[in-house]
């Protein structure tokens, strides 16, 4: 399903300092590999058999072997303390992210001949790094027995995959942003920064291609495909054909203009003439391009597509763009969140948006009008929204922007939908996220963010905040939620 993203393989490359025992790498490299392919699939890692990397000449041998075998990731194992530059460089040089992890001494009998000091050698590492400013990733605690850093290389996995994808990522969008709507846009002169494509169009190009897709023989076989997808939610059978004539036009688009590029993401327009002049809303068509891990996002929200593509490489699964909309009422809390939920009425809120989460995260799912648009607009040029509440479970907010003094920030935090009915319309759910009240004043306020949230489903926090950290986002710029012993920097200590 998600062929819009990296199926990254890992290259293991173990490292020497020449001086220590080169079969304390060799060996240790061997444990490791058995150990990942014990817990996990053995398809995820390579392991570079033709040396370990002592000299800068061991170190162009690597990288070869490595490229030759398609890795797009590498892990840097130290052995023992390893050679500081030659390891340094195989970063460097290598065209994608990069990882160190060291070796654990294994046995308090044998710290003679068999010690290897890695845990010193992480420290010259992390210096030689930071002298050649190449970003790393290095995990909480990089050193470990063979079956930790096993566990380690996994946790990488999903990071590198957003990373590569960025890398090799295009984002389409068309038309402006709506009027009154300056929240959607940023610089994108950091989109270039992180190596993302940009291919802005007019939302008249959009509507002549469209055009010239009326009549395409494809249209009923991807109105089969709608309807069953619907099923019992088919309330608007009338508009599908213009659905589907709609979807070729999106994905023909792609084929036709990624170019260079692997992958795509689009930031769409979807109003206010969008509904007069093409007849109905995109919304279900986003939904369904989703679901196959091309994002859409609403309201030529280009920095909203960016994260939704991020959160799709890193959770290996669908993800959806919600506003973060509107609180829960006082009574609603009352009668069905207190008591049952560990939550204060602070902590949840409700996450909206007219109709664009995939059919696959909606606890149930109708086809309607847009009833926001509609009160200003004939309802049947409103129709095409996908209605429903969001699968309850575990979720994660976030967003990566770019501000209006170009600069990089993100916020990530980990938290839930409520088995609660919303009582509402459109793609919604009843959201809670431990001490959101404080994040929303001190973080989404504060740092300027605009009201759409890109949503993982699961918790992916660590993931992320680690993506973020090595696209080059400062840690300081990444806002999560503090628990109430944490006061954040703008937060009253008087309050």
Known sequence: ????????????????????????????????????????????????????????????????????????????????????????????????????????????????????????????????????????????????????????????????????????????????????????????????????????????????????????????????????????GNMKPEILPKLAQYELTLLDWIEDHKGYRKYVAIAGKCWPAFQTQFGFVPCFVNSRLTGRGIPVSCEVDIYGALSEYIGTCVSNDIVTLLDINNSVPADMYESEIKGKFDYTHKDTFMGFHCGNTCSKKLASHSMKYQLIMARSLPEEVTQGTLEGDIVPGEITFFRLQSTADNKLRAYVANGEVLPVATRSFGGIGVFAIHEMGRFYRHVLIEGNYPHHGAVAFGHHGKALFEVFKLIGVCPDEIGYNHPKSVPYRTENPFA
């Open 1 to 232: 399903m998600m062929n819009n993203i990296p199926n990254v393989k890992v290259g293991i490359v173990a490292v020497s300092r020449d001086c220590f025992p080169e079969s304390l790498s060799v060996n240790r490299r061997k444990a490791l590999v058995e150990a990942y392919k014990a817990k996990y699939d053995a398809a995820d890692i390579y392991e570079c058999p033709i040396c370990i990397v002592e000299s800068e000449i061991h170190m162009v041998q690597a990288l070869e072997d490595v490229k030759a075998a398609g890795c797009e990731a590498l892990v840097v194992y130290l052995g023992n303390f390893g050679p500081e530059i030659s390891e340094t460089l195989l970063a460097k040089h290598f065209d994608g992210p990069a990882m160190f992890i060291a070796a654990a001494e294994e046995s308090g009998d044998n710290l003679v001949q068999g010690r290897g000091d890695a845990y010193c050698g992480m420290l010259n590492a992390s210096y030689n790094l930071k002298l050649r400013n190449i970003r790393a990733y290095i995990p909480e605690y990089p050193v470990g027995t063979a079956e930790e850093c096993a566990d380690m290389i996994h946790e990488f996995l999903p990071i590198a995959r957003a990373v590569v994808g960025l890398a090799n990522l295009k984002i389409i969008s068309f038309g402006p942003r709506p009027l009154n709507f300056l929240a959607c846009n940023a610089p994108i002169k950091q989109l270039y920064n992180l190596g993302v494509e940009i291919e802005e169009n007019s939302e008249l190009d959009l509507f002549e291609a469209f055009n010239k897709h009326a009549g395409d023989e494809r249209i009923p076989a991807v109105v089969e495909d709608m309807t069953k997808e619907l099923g019992a």
